[in-house]
């Protein structure tokens, strides 16, 4: 993988946010979503139906004014959003469908539903939906979506039809979806996206083959790029919810987000904090597209290589994306397992780099990585982002350094919190004892050692009593009880008696000997055990 060497630039140390980034990196999806460990160029990328323009004021690429802006620019966003809300259905039907099916407790999950249903009509959806998403074991990510399917008719959340088959009714709606992008495009403008930014990336277009302008066959546009185009949508939508859309479609700062895409909002699952969600879409995704996929490695329309050529240095020119070819390539049988069929698209992907960015250019993006080893996730960035991590790497050493001192600090107050709760518990299990009479006075019991001592010495407020003369007269005469009582305040019965005396007398009184003398009188006749 020289080319992967190549284009890759190691940093040792990063800050917590960059190793984020770098273990959410778009190859990382795209090893999940296509079967392959090894990718020696970015796959973060997007398909636009018209052109973009450098803002200066704002420093990064905007769409053009134009009509075909202006007739597309909702309508794609609107169609990406509902391919994601589409697989949010799946995934929340199929695990609906799992608990349904359970031979054991399937018939009193169903009669629970029964209930929430009928609560749902009287009471507030969003708390009755709280309820089915915690017994689903889904986060609160999905209560939107339940809520919906509660609030709504069948005819909005498609209850009935991803109720009877999930991947069914998933696979047409994105299907639908697809093709209403599809007829968005007469050709395709790809722009490499900044994994840093989740913008298009910009470099005077002089001297760089980008953005890609080519004619397309339609069932490569949904095969072979839109599943691409998906993972970059839910990136996109982690980072900055429908603002991050808007800016990875190269829509200006001024764009305001349209009602058609609010009313997709149920399906924003995804967030920066955690990619279980992207990695359950994508491979969810790569399951319904299984078919399509096959159909693609048949299709003839692939089984001929390229054709077009390109003029030296010109960029300009349109060229056919219909042409390429997989013709050395048997026909495989598909499995839902087979890496092979999953990898076309990523196949297609690095023919289309090889014929129109021969010079590997990728608009003068590179690869940042932790590590050198291939199998080190890395993201597709800037040299400026590149330059800054390696002036931050001080930054990222003292993250590490205070990372561990933390730790160490926890660790320690753990430990000091532990050694108090266990000197404090003997303190107590001996005296429990004591005022039972345990002979600790025998040579057996009778410890020397000042670890004792030390360990006491651990104790708030301990050293204090050793200090006070009448505390320490207190320990040298206890007095005698037979009220004794563990740490939960439960009272102990016992029938020893403390350092007991029975010659003993007291001078206080006749009424107080009396009631003494009551006292042992009753203990002498109290038997040692219940009525058997």
């Known amino acids: 993988m020289q080319l992967l060497r190549e284009n890759t630039v ?3 140390k990063v800050t917590g946010v960059t190793s984020r980034m770098l273990e959410d990196s778009m190859e ?68 609906m469908n799992d608990k349904i099916r359970d031979p054991r407790n399937g018939d009193n999950f169903k009669s629970q539903m029964q209930e929430w249903i009928k609560r749902a009509r009287v009471e507030p959806c969003s708390a009755v939906a709280k309820e089915i998403v915690k017994s689903l074991g889904l986060g609160p990510n999905y209560n939107l979506l339940c809520e919906e399917i509660l609030a709504f008719d069948g005819s909005i959340s498609k209850a009935k039809s991803y109720m009877k088959n999930p991947l069914r009714a998933a696979r047409k709606a994105i299907g639908q979806n697809a093709d209403s992008l599809a007829d968005m495009y007469p050709s395709l403008n ?32 949904k095969n072979a790029l839109l599943p691409f185009i998906n993972i970059a949508v839910m990136k996109a939508l982690a980072r900055g919810r429908f603002h991050g859309l808007a800016a990875l479609l190269g829509f200006p700062p001024s764009f305001i987000i349209p009602d058609s895409w609010k009313a997709s909002e149920p399906g924003l699952l ?11 879409f994508v491979l969810l995704q790569k399951v319904v597209r299984k078919d399509d996929l096959q159909s693609l490695w048949d299709d003839a329309s692939v089984n001929s290589s390229y054709s077009g050529s390109r003029s030296a240095g010109s960029y300009s020119d349109i060229r056919s994306f219909s042409n390429l070819s997989l013709h050395s390539s ?95 518990r003997k303190k107590v299990v001996k005296m429990q004892l004591s005022r039972q009479g345990f002979p600790f006075h025998k ?51 016992t029938h020893r008696m403390r350092y007991s005396d029975p010659d003993s007398t007291s001078d206080e009184g006749g009424e107080k000997k009396k009631s003494k003398k009551m006292r042992k009188s009753k203990r002498k006749f109290r038997p040692w055990f219940g009525a058997c």
């Open 190 to 221: 790809l722009y490499l996206i900044d994994e840093d930014t989740m913008m298009p990336s910009h470099v005077d277009e002089r001297f760089s083959p980008y953005p890609l302008r080519i004619h397309f066959d339609r069932s490569l546009f």
């Open 330 to 424: 048997p026909s495989i049988y598909l499995s839902e397992g087979d890496p092979v069929i999953a990898s076309v698209p990523m196949i297609h992907l690095e023919l289309l780099f090889r014929e129109f960015d021969p010079d590997r250019h990728f608009n003068n993006l590179r690869r940042v990585s932790r590590g050198v080893e291939e199998s080190s996730p890395g993201l597709w960035t800037v040299n400026e982002t590149i330059n800054d991590l390696h002036e931050a790497m001080e930054l990222a050493d003292i993250e590490d350094q205070l990372q561990e001192l933390m730790l160490d600090y926890e660790k320690k107050k753990n430990t000091e919190i532990e050694l108090q709760n266990l000197v404090q």
């Open 28 to 95: 990382k999806y795209s090893r999940i979503a296509f079967s392959t460990d090894r990718i020696a160029f970015p796959t973060c990328f997007v398909v636009l139906p018209y052109g973009l323009q450098l803002d200066e004021t704002q420093n990064r690429y905007c769409a053009v004014p134009s009509p075909e802006y202006a007739s597309c620019a909702e309508r794609l966003g609107k169609c990406l959003l509902e391919i994601n809300k589409a697989t949010a259905r799946m995934s929340f039907w199929m695990r």
């Open 443 to 493: 040579e057996i019991f009778h410890s020397k050692d000042s670890i004792d001592e030390e360990f006491e010495a651990q104790v708030p407020g301990d050293n204090n009593a050793k200090n006070d003369p009448s505390a320490g007269e207190a320990r040298a005469n206890p007095k005698p009880t037979g009220e004794l009582y563990q740490d939960d305040g439960t009272k102990i019965v």
């Open 270 to 280: 995804h967030s920066s904090e955690s990619s279980d969600s992207i990695e359950e």
């Open 10 to 12: 190691v940093v040792s």
